[in-house]
Nanobody
Framework: QVQLVESGGGLVQPGGSLRLSCAASISILSMNTMGWYRQTPGKQRESVAI???????SYADPVKGRFTISRDAAKNTVYLQMDSLKPEDKAVYYCYAEYVLSGWQTAWGQGTQVTVSS
């Protein structure tokens, strides 16, 4: 029932920046947890950044100090600001949400491609 729409992916040079957006079809304040995951062909999908209902955040070690997850409740949108991008950051990035609506549910975005050239 909940839809997540991602945007902001693209091509950037090493050291550059991108901001990904994830717009939800319901209030993000209804979400228990939201986050960003990424996946490269041949590699398991991995968690990148997570934000809880309380606003607490956590990050995977490879992106600490470079990526920032944030939210704008008025726009029902969660962001991932990516700075100092490296070639190894190249992946498809997915938005994820856990929420309670007629029971416990999860939702995934369709993914947006991030390419870091060298």
């Amino acid at each position: 029932q909940v839809q997540l729409v991602e945007s902001g992916g693209g091509l950037v040079q090493p050291g550059g920046s991108l901001r990904l957006s994830c717009a939800a079809s319901i209030s993000i304040l209804s979400m228990n947890t939201m986050g960003w995951y990424r996946q490269t062909p041949g590699k398991q999908r991995e968690s990148v950044a997570i934000i809880s209902h309380s606003g607490s955040t956590s990050y995977a070690d490879p992106v600490k100090g470079r990526f920032t997850i944030s939210r704008d409740a008025a726009k029902n949108t969660v962001y991932l600001q990516m700075d100092s991008l490296k070639p190894e950051d190249k992946a498809v990035y997915y938005c994820y949400a856990e929420y309670v609506l007629s029971g416990w549910q999860t939702a995934w975005g369709q993914g947006t491609q991030v390419t870091v050239s060298s």
